[in-house]
């Protein structure tokens, strides 16, 4: 299949890129590189399944030639992004959603949105389910990326109900792995870049708060699957396995421990 892949250049995107080639499809990718990183892609120039636009999607946009798919993941995703960039985080979730889907659309192909476990909000189920419909605060500093993914679904849905779109919803929760950057203010990379630097690990609270990591790999995977097999209604993609972040950090010191041990 010929896919289109938004936030091509992200920690995410770039993976699935990786694993739509090497499943045989030919890829373009877009992104305009206000949060994604050009090297992520960098093993992947010359590959003759893989083109890179460099392109604000929230823009009108066009792709020539047939299309089989298009996979939406442009946006700022970690809370240090869409902190700084709020208006940026809102069009890429409402223009660049409708974009996408309007390609899709005109070339008759499959549209999948990278939403987000924060369409929840603050959640008051635990685990939450995909009926859940959420307790979300949209004025709030994080409502720029919770309302964004929350009008991203109500849009999506509305091109599936409306012009018989075939959609998916892919509700994505705390991944891990390489490409994620050092600084992306996620309690992993953070734990890692301090025990890298020998600096004590920052625990907010009693440490007894509980998180879920879904290695990359493992993610990608489900998406895929999502992709191929899924229907209209939302999915959510995650590890169910819960620890607290003193659990974490613990591992996170183990694991440097070792691995200082075995360099000596």
Known sequence: MRLVVTGAAGFLGSHLCDRLIALGHSVVGMDNLITGNRANLRHLEGHPAFTLIEQDVSRYIT??????????????????????????????????????????????????????????????????????????????????????????????????????????????????????????????????????????????????????FCYVDDMIQGIVLAFERADSDPVNLGNPGEFTVRELAGLV???HSSARTRTR
């Open 253 to 255: 010191l183990r694991w």
């Open 63 to 212: 792709v020539e030639g047939p299309l089989d798919a298009m996979l939406h993941f442009a946006s700022p995703a970690s809370p240090v992004d869409y902190l700084q960039l709020p208006i940026q985080t809102l069009k890429v979730g409402a223009l660049g959603t409708h974009n996408a889907l309007g390609v899709a659309k005109a070339k008759g192909a499959r549209f999948l949105l990278a939403s987000t476990s924060e369409v929840y909000g603050d959640p008051q189920e635990h685990p939450q389910g995909e009926a859940y419909w959420g307790h979300v605060n949209p004025i709030g500093p994080r409502g720029v990326y919770d309302e964004a993914k929350r009008f991203a679904e109500a849009l999506t849905m509305a091109y599936h109900r409306s012009h018989g779109l075939d959609t998916r919803i892919v509700r994505i929760f705390n991944t891990y792995g390489p490409r994620m950057r050092p600084r992306d203010g996620r309690v992993v990379s953070n734990f890692i870049v301090q025990a890298l630097r020998g600096e004590p690990l920052t625990i907010y609270g009693d440490g007894l708060q509980t998180r879920s």
